[in-house]
């Protein structure tokens, strides 16, 4: 699939990894469509910079999902690309772990995947594509972090789902990412050495990923490792 004149809908698309694929997509001559939820002055500022629709929507209520996308379909009709990027991160350990903590990972992370793709679809035609961010710790589970970790393991089976379930109109994988873009506090050092590579990402390595998958029409219900090996380095 080519990207000149696609329209990608990006969640999350405003900051951070969803910042520089809004960027980097639209560069490349696609219409990107920015979601945002907290980030709304983010979101303003990029959409006048490419020149591209921002939308607002809390995607952990599936009431706003919907209407999110109603507003979608009367302002741009169909899509093409769907990237469920949006989500929360935050360590809480597993005897602290509140029932409104854990339900926020859940909704945020997970349940909007399953509730955008399935609007999405509709909005789709044949040989669209659908690409999750997932996360290596959907793999790894981190002590202090298992409702976040539990979340995008979600992802991840979901994908196979997904891609079984809409084959072979549309197309569904996952991304995994490592250490790419670290948030604050991070130790860049410690985080290298978790990888086989002994190094960290960047956000470019994440369009390379998310591109090679939109072009590639012959890969569905995948999920690709881009970690520098953290994966297999924890086993």
């Given amino acids: 699939m ?9 969640t999350g698309g405003a900051t951070r990894l ?43 209520r599936v009431e706003d999902i919907k209407r999110f996308f109603s507003e979608i379909k ?26 409104k903590q854990w339900n926020d990972f859940m909704n945020t992370n997970l349940r909007s995947v ?38 995008k393991a979600g992802v991840l089976a979901l994908t196979k789902g997904l891609a079984k379930t809409l084959a072979p109109k549309i197309r569904v994988n996952a991304i995994a990412p490592g250490p790419l873009l670290l948030p604050k506090g991070y130790s860049k050092k410690y985080s290298a050495s978790l990888t086989l590579l002994k190094k ?11 591109c090679f998958l939109i072009e590639n029409d012959f890969v569905t219900g995948q999920v690709i490792h881009l970690d520098g090996g953290r994966f297999i380095n924890d086993e």
């Fill in 114 to 151: 399953f509730f955008c793709s399935q609007e999405a679809v509709h909005l789709m035609k044949k040989n669209s594509v659908i690409i999750n961010i997932a996360d290596v710790g959907g793999y790894i589970m981190w002590k202090d972090y298992l409702a976040y970790c539990t979340s």
């Fill in 74 to 99: 009367k302002k741009v009709g169909k899509i093409d690309i769907l990237i469920n990027n949006a989500a929360i991160f935050y360590p809480v350990p597993f005897l602290k772990t509140t029932e």
């Fill in 2 to 10: 080519n990207l000149k004149n696609k329209k990608i809908l990006i």
């Fill in 200 to 210: 960290i990402g960047s956000p470019q390595k994440l369009i390379h990923a998310v």
């Fill in 18 to 60: 969803g910042e520089a694929l809004s960027k980097a997509l639209s560069k490349k001559g696609a219409r990107v469509l920015i979601h945002y939820n907290a980030s709304r002055n983010k979101a303003l500022k990029l959409s006048k910079q490419l020149k591209t629709p921002c939308f607002h929507a809390d995607l952990s």
